[in-house]
């Protein structure tokens, strides 16, 4: 039996997360945690997740549960998840990362924690998306150079970061399979006299409203003809199970850095 702990379990990941484990086999939720200054700590975790009650404590942060975990879930902010990171690796404990909005500098730091620790970090880990990757990587190949590329993704007013880590991933799959470098082809969003389009750009628009779940599509326009591959969320379900998934398969790997294409066998 896989022993998880979810850390920020009250946020809208964190509650759907309990869910998940809580209707999965071979997992239980031994640890969940939030802020050590909310008000909700002490509280049972099953009664704040609505699934009555459950045995369970809200507790103050992972430091003080090292041992009561085999793998933790982690949907928060970057800072915190490096800080989740870094109590995995002195305790031996693998880690599933959801988190979206690294920079660079923090990406390169997981990395570095990849060699003596197990981690999955994916930006989405719905399989839905993950099949959509290989898509893109397929259109882009056939389509090729003749085409405009723009990749449009839609979520909740409360998200904080943009364009979504999923989007920039759909990009860089979209720009490995021309042979381009996103971090020089990207352009996020437009305005004022931008002047003609140029074709080895990749654009990113992003909609921020209501209570939309996630919706990604990447157009690839042509003149007389347009493909357009699209992946809507309408339950974060789909990003839970597959996180639940994911710390399953891990539980058993080697320290290395993987994916939800190596969980779901893609690559
Ligand atoms: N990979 C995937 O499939 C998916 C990834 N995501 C990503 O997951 C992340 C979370 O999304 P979502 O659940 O909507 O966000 P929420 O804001 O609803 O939840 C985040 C939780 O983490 C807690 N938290 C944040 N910072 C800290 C900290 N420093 N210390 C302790 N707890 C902290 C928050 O507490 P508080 O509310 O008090 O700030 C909250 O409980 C985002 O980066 C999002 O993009 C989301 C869905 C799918
Ligand atoms: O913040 C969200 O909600 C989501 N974030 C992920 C991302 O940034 O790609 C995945 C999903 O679309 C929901």
């Known amino acids: ?3 998880i702990a979810v850390v920020g379990a009250t946020g809208r990941m964190g509650r759907t997360l309990i869910q998940a484990i809580t209707e999965s086999k071979g997992c239980q939720l031994t640890v969940a945690t939030d802020r050590p200054d909310s008000s909700l700590v002490g509280a ?3 009664e704040l997740a609505g699934l ?3 045995n369970i404590v809200l507790s103050a942060s992972l430091d003080n549960c090292l041992d009561q975990f085999d793998v933790v879930v982690d949907f928060t902010r970057p800072e915190h998840t490096l800080h989740n990171v870094a109590l995995c690796q002195q305790s ?7 988190t979206t909005g690294f920079s660079d500098e923090q990406k390169q730091q997981l990395q570095e924690a990849a060699k003596t620790t197990s981690i999955v970090f994916a930006p989405n880990m719905s399989v839905g998306v993950n099949l959509c990757f290989k898509l893109l990587e397929l259109a882009a190949k056939v389509m090729g150079d003749d085409v405009d590329i723009e990749v449009i993704e839609a979520h909740h007013r409360h998200k904080v ?3 979504s880590g999923t989007a920039l991933r759909m990009g860089e799959v979209v720009a490995e399979a021309l042979g381009r470098d996103l ?9 004022g006299i931008t002047g003609e389009r140029d074709r080895k750009t990749i654009g990113f628009e992003t909609i921020r409203a209501g209570d939309i779940v996630g919706d990604h599509t990447v157009m690839f326009a042509a003149e007389g003809e347009r493909v357009e591959i699209t992946h809507k969320a309408s339950s974060r379900m789909t990003f839970a199970q597959g996180a639940v998934r994911a710390a399953k398969w891990l539980a058993k790997k080697e320290p290395g850095l993987y994916d939800m294409q190596d969980v779901l066998g893609l690559r």
């Open 161 to 163: 970061d943009a364009p």
């Open 44 to 46: 049972d975790v099953g």
């Open 1 to 3: 039996m896989i022993r």
């Open 52 to 54: 009555g009650k459950m």
């Open 92 to 98: 031996n404990r693998a880690i599933v990362i959801g």
């Open 183 to 191: 971090k020089t082809c990207a352009v996020y969003g437009r305005e």
